[in-house]
């Protein structure tokens, strides 16, 4: 196994955002998981993971209600570099099962610094699912790294369609550390990952999920009579969407890891009727890997 990539796509440097969780082998422990960080790993493995998230973000966006979540993961890792994963997704006080994505792809290294993997994701939404998500149902991943010692710079290109169909250019600038000291013994340690994010791209799936899910009739009047008509024009348009800072705090042992995260979302250029403003997410996170 190579890469620990998308753990779910609820994400990105990104989970449920941009594309998704990643990981990192540091090997003067042994094979550690870290929620934030890639992952190379030179045995085949499998990896599952639960999370809870305070709101769905995607790309950006969120909806017009709070729809806070859990998630179930799992992801298979071949020593060739091939991966395949599954999650399921759950707004808490709605359907049972709200979404279910299964992809798969591969992980490239061009050196020690420089990697990156190419993914497909296919959405299935069950039929009165609301996260705003639910617009699309494929996703083509492209995501790059370059680790400059001092600061790692992701790229991240992904091409939505369905329903709807965008394109987003996702670029992430993070500093890894960790503690020289254990917590309880010296098989633990914390970990820290903050990071700096932008994301560009097309809104069309804003107005796509507008008609679907027809929130007119649970925002204020006032707010439908000044819709502007040509929201839906620039929607199409390539803007920046999103500013955000993420700072997660991670407890890491041999085969498993607890993370809390805090984001807080500055959405630009928001368009229709979402209403979107700055925000904060809180995400706590377990994953276990078996290898």
Known sequence: MKYLCLLFFVASSNALYAAGIDWKLFTGRGPQLVADTDTIIRKRSVSVGV?????????????????????????????????VYASVLKVLGYAPVDEVDIGGGYFYKFSKAFSGAASYTRFIFNKNANVIKSASSNDINLKNSYDW???KSTVI???????????FVTVSHSKYFESSWGVFDDQDYLSFNPSFNFIMGTQNFVQRYEIDHNYQHVISSSIVQHIDPGAARRNREFNMLNYSFKVPVAYNRPHYTLEASWRYSMPVNVEGTLENRRESFFNFTFYYLFY
């Open 157 to 167: 290109l992904d091409y939505l369609y369905g329903k709807s169909n965008d394109f």
């Open 51 to 83: 999370s809870y998230g305070s709101d769905a973000l995607f790309f950006g966006r969120t909806g017009p209600i709070k729809y806070p979540f859990l998630t179930g993961d799992a992801i298979y890792n071949s020593k060739s570099g091939v991966f």
């Open 149 to 151: 010692k001092y600061l």
